[in-house]
């Protein structure tokens, strides 16, 4: 799963996907120079639904 995310487009998906799904915590969302796949993996692991469906999400933000 490739992304053009930088850290500061980041900063506003987040935001947005705190106020979508208010289960996300701030410690769930941070980036921790892991790369955006294990990123995405986990956040999507919390939503409990797949990656692909993680991607669709963020492609609509």
Do not use: C, G
Request: cysteine-free.
């Amino acid at each position: 799963m490739k992304a053009n995310l930088d850290l500061a487009h980041w900063e506003n998906v987040k935001h947005k996907l705190k106020v979508l799904y208010p289960q996300l915590t701030d410690a769930d969302l941070i980036w921790r120079h892991e790369s955006t796949d294990i990123l995405y993996s986990s956040i999507a692991t919390k939503l409990v639904i797949s990656k692909k469906e993680f991607s669709e999400i963020l492609k609509s933000l």
